[in-house]
């Protein structure tokens, strides 16, 4: 099962990041995760541009998009919503139909005590116009990153990581069951 990873997050040391990177470490054999990290290379987004004028850098997340059997998209909060760049990224993706009926896992990193759950409600309402198969039982809103990654970004917190493997076994299931159909 092929995953990409999207972090929200433009910052060499973000836990959003850190938090992909753990989840690709805590998945299992079958599920081999990737993470495309250059989101701050992705040009503003001009709606006049024909799809197949789009930037090379546009295209290859594009056909990785199409190319994986679901997503993840790890969003900071930033003013109670997502990054101008995550926004930026999907705006690019709104007219191809990369995302339409993908099986979408969103997550949140926050140092504040509630996860970043605003960022996490903005995403999901821009994935849901977009017509994404946003997966809620795997859902991660993470509150108190401080304490739950040490300075190397690891992960240091148990419990998060037990969520981390049931998101994962939850979005698995959806995706076997999107592919059934």
């Known amino acids: 099962m092929k995953i990409l990873a999207i972090s929200g997050s433009i910052r060499s040391a973000s836990f959003n990041t850190a938090l992909l990177n753990c989840t690709s470490v805590l998945s299992p054999e079958n599920i081999n995760i990737t993470l495309f990290n250059t989101i701050e290379s992705i040009p503003v987004f001009n709606s006049e541009t024909a799809e197949d004028n789009y930037p090379p850098i546009v295209k290859k997340l594009i056909d990785k998009i199409r190319q994986s ?5 790890s969003a900071p909060e930033y003013a109670h919503g997502i990054s101008g760049a995550l926004k930026n990224v999907l ?6 139909d990369a995302l339409v009926l993908k099986p979408v896992m969103v997550a ?3 140092t504040s005590g509630l996860g970043g759950v605003r960022s996490y409600c903005s995403l999901v309402q821009v994935l849901t116009a ?6 809620i039982e795997a859902s991660l809103c993470v509150p108190f990153a401080v304490v739950k990654f040490d300075d190397e970004s690891n992960l240091i917190d148990e419990l998060t990581e037990q969520r981390i493997k049931l998101a994962l076994k939850a979005f698995e299931k959806m995706i076997c069951t999107v592919n059934l159909n």
Do not use: E
């Not at 059997?69 to 998209?73: E, K, L």
């Open 130 to 135: 977009m017509n994404c198969n946003v997966v």
């Open 108 to 110: 949140s990193v926050s």
């Open 91 to 96: 705006d690019w993706l709104v007219s191809s």
């Open 69 to 73: 059997d679901g997503v993840i998209i």
